[in-house]
């Protein structure tokens, strides 16, 4: 395994895991992210006890107090932030960027004012020659973190960096698969969010596995239409960062998506569920890009539109699914 520093710019569960994996393998690792104070604590714990307390840093990572602290020496960085911090973290970070530095992601969805995908805005602020990849896929910090075995994609139109970093990043009870299906592996990460909202609904109102499991698979259908208008590989749906991610965070109540469904059926606002939740729910404004990106490209999406409705228009679950249930029959292909 290469020795070159990989930076981690995002101190929050994702970011912390994934350095924690890149430093198991005893790569040198730089932990940063825009919480001073929780910084500090981290550099005293030796571990994140506001995100994952059970896991321990190895001795290869440490904690970085400013941005170009992170960056010295660096080879690698790896952004782990919300989407909607996704952009300005990227122009924060531009003018410290040695030429020679390439840059990966873990960030999922799409942008919610311009509907982009992180790979366009990564592009439009860093420039088009630059090595660049996302990971994605159906994984769970804590179990990454307690080292329990996990798959996922790097994906990147550089078919050599995807490699190295799927070969770098692989251990034991990590695998990683490489794709250069960039664009696939973004859709299938920020529309399974929305989904995941669907399914905690779903399930809170007791809708039963049936329901569940329909919405799973009619949801993969409607993140395959979307994906192939905007030019993404089919078959990129049915695999990990498609079909696995989608089912992992619509069945397992880790994926805060799921729990912020959950909480609406409940009675919940949204506003009190993203509270109680405490952290990002990215599907809650995906809702809402996804809409506009689905519109603009001509995809009919009912399952999503009817997480949109519930979560920006007020309109009640119950009659949302009425609504989907009394739609026209029509085949199952389209």
Not at 25 to 41: E, F, H, K, T, Y
Not at 108 to 121: A, C, N, R
Not at 295 to 305: F, I, N, S
Request: hydrophobic residues 50%; charged residues 15%; aromatic residues 6%.
């Amino acid at each position: 395994m290469s020795h070159a520093p990989v930076a981690v710019l995002g101190a929050g569960s994702w970011g912390t895991a994934l350095a924690v994996q890149f430093a198991r393998g005893g790569r040198p690792v730089s932990l940063w992210g825009r919480d001073a104070a929780l910084l500090s604590q981290l550099a005293a714990a030796r571990c994140n006890a506001r995100y994952l307390p059970e896991v321990p840093f190895p001795p290869a990572l440490r904690i970085a107090s400013t941005l170009p602290q992170a960056l010295a020496d660096a080879r690698d960085v790896l952004i782990a932030v919300p989407s909607q911090a996704f952009r300005a973290l990227l122009q924060q970070l531009a003018p410290h960027l040695a030429p020679a530095m390439q840059v990966a992601w873990a960030t999922k969805g799409f942008e919610l004012d311009s509907g982009k995908l992180p790979h366009q805005v990564a592009r439009e602020v860093l420039g088009a020659q630059r090595p660049m990849a996302v990971l994605s896929g159906p994984t769970f910090a804590r179990e990454v973190g307690a080292g329990l075995p996990t798959a996922m994609t790097i994906a990147s139109a550089d078919e050599a960096y995807a490699a190295t970093l799927a070969r770098e990043l692989s251990s034991a009870n990590f695998r990683a698969y490489t794709s250069t299906d960039i664009q696939g592996v973004e859709i299938g990460g920020a529309v399974k969010n929305a989904l995941a909202v669907g399914a905690g609904l779903s399930d809170g109102l007791g809708f039963g596995a049936n329901t569940r499991v329909a919405l799973i698979t009619r949801g993969l259908a409607e993140m395959t239409r979307l994906g192939v208008a905007l030019g993404a590989q089919p078959q990129t749906f049915i695999g990990l960062a498609g079909l696995g991610d989608l089912v992992l965070t619509c069945t397992d109540d880790q994926s805060r998506n799921r729990r912020f469904g959950l909480l609406l059926a409940a009675g919940h606002t949204p506003q009190a569920a993203l509270a109680q939740i405490g952290q990002a729910v990215e599907g809650y404004g995906a809702a809402r890009a996804i809409r506009t990106v689905a519109q603009r490209a001509g995809v009919e999406m009912p399952l999503c539109a009817m997480v949109y409705r519930v979560l920006h228009e007020g309109l009640p679950a119950r009659e949302a699914v009425r609504a989907l249930m009394s739609r026209p029959i029509r085949s199952e292909t389209e």
